[in-house]
């Protein structure tokens, strides 16, 4: 993807012949069955080539840690490596219709948005190795940033179409983001934007300005940290990136963001066709019934207010209170199951011996005895030998 790189970029067609994994529904699978499924092994080969960022990325990256568990690297792509990125995002998220909906809009139109979540190599063959490359590039300056090693087996792709909506305060700890603390990948395209964390609500906040080609990685003691994308810049579109989406998407081809995030969930594989993975692009039967009876908007108003009234039952009956609903509910009933945070990280302090006593007491402690033992011996001479 660098200019060090000699591969040459796959041609669509070539790709689209490329073998796709397997795609089981969703339905009929049960947890257990799902954990029996045989797992291909995620972690990663000390000797495997691929894995080698000065051939993927950028040789002008630079890497800072603004947290720890927290690698940025400004410039990890080059204009080529860019341009590859948003060629496959575009040829699964727009020519494989992943971010549409059956009508040809986005699939989430109140963000404006595209979104599809599938197993890295359905995106492309060079997703995971993209994904390798930027593991071991924030490992070798910041170790911390990945304690399991795992490559990661799945691709969040988020195409903003317009600039106006970021996303909210949250935490990757769904169902869909993996269980253990091997770090999100998270690569930038198109205009800029603040990123901002914190590990709690009360916490203070971290910004960094994500630019195109930016890959920001978050893993170990940052795994669960609280994200929020704001401020996203009009006018910083890279010119070499206009040109690509041209006539091929909704909206000012200067003015979008594409953001591909990388993830290791192995328990899902198998699972991509299944209507967790397509969310609002994959419908249930209900969503689908209704939206030939009534329209696609009130199918999508109905599986909300279903959604909603599911949380809030649940919230009632497990926690005896009313749900806030979205990220920022802080309430029992949206507490996240898995998450860990920075403070699981820190070793206790260890017992410290107590401080010597004062000086004055170690000097009564030592004459206190000897002063007592010559007292005494004058008293008993005085009572023995008659006062005298
Ligand atoms: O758009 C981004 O940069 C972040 C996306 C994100 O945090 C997510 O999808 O969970
Ligand atoms: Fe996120």
Same mark, same amino acid.
């Given at each position: ?31 257990? /069955?799902?954990?029996?499924? +045989?797992?291909?092994?995620?972690? &990663?080969?000390?000797? %495997? =080539?691929?894995?080698?960022?000065? *051939? $993927? ?5 630079? /890497?800072?840690?603004?947290? +720890?568990?927290?690698?940025?690297? &400004?410039?990890?792509? %080059? =204009?080529?490596?860019?341009?590859? *990125? $948003? ?302």
């Amino acid at each position: 993807m660098s200019s060090t790189n000699t591969a040459t970029p796959s041609s669509p067609s070539a790709v689209d012949a490329a073998p796709q994994p397997s795609s089981t529904p969703t339905g009929n699978i049960s947890r257990d /069955a799902v954990d029996a499924m +045989p797992q291909p092994s995620t972690q &990663k080969d000390d000797a %495997d =080539e691929t894995c080698d960022p000065d *051939a $993927l990325l950028s040789p002008d990256r630079v /890497a800072s840690s603004p947290l +720890p568990g927290v690698v940025l690297l &400004k410039n990890a792509l %080059d =204009e080529a490596g860019q341009r590859e *990125a $948003l060629a496959w995002a575009l040829r699964h998220g727009i020519d494989r219709k992943a971010w549409l909906d059956a009508d040809g809009a986005l699939n989430a139109p109140r963000q404006f948005r595209g979104r599809c979540y599938d197993a890295v190599e359905a995106v492309d063959p060079r997703a995971g190795a993209l994904s390798d490359a930027l593991q071991e590039a924030a490992r070798r300056a910041y170790k911390e940033v990945d304690p399991v090693g795992a490559s990661t087996t799945h691709l969040l792709m988020l195409f903003y179409a317009k600039l106006e909506r970021g996303l909210g305060w949250h935490r990757d700890n769904g169902r869909s983001d993996g269980r253990d603390l091997t770090p999100v990948v998270s690569l930038s395209l198109g205009a800029a934007c603040s990123f901002r964390m914190k590990h709690g609500p009360n916490d203070p906040e971290t910004t960094v300005v994500l630019e195109s080609g930016d890959a920001i990685l978050f893993g170990g003691p940052a795994r669960h940290i609280m994200h929020a994308v704001t401020d996203l810049q009009k006018g910083t579109c890279p010119a070499h990136l206009r040109d690509m989406v041209r006539g091929r998407v909704p909206g000012d081809p200067a003015e979008w963001r594409l953001n591909l995030t990388w993830r290791h969930a192995p328990e899902l594989r198998g699972l991509e066709g299944g209507d967790r993975f397509h969310i609002l692009g994959s419908p249930t039967a209900t969503f689908v019934a209704t939206a030939r009876e009534k329209g696609l908007a009130a199918a999508r108003a109905e599986a909300n207010a279903r959604k909603l009234a599911r949380k809030q039952k649940k919230a009632r009956r497990r926690f005896g209170t009313d749900c806030a609903l979205g990220a920022g509910c802080d309430r029992p009933c949206c507490a996240p199951r898995t998450t860990r945070t920075h403070l699981d990280f820190v070793k206790p302090a260890e017992e410290e011996p107590p401080p010597p006593p004062p000086a004055y007491l170690m000097v009564l402690y030592l004459v206190g005895p000897v002063a007592l033992g010559v007292g005494a011996a004058r008293v008993a001479r005085w009572v023995f030998e008659g006062g005298a």
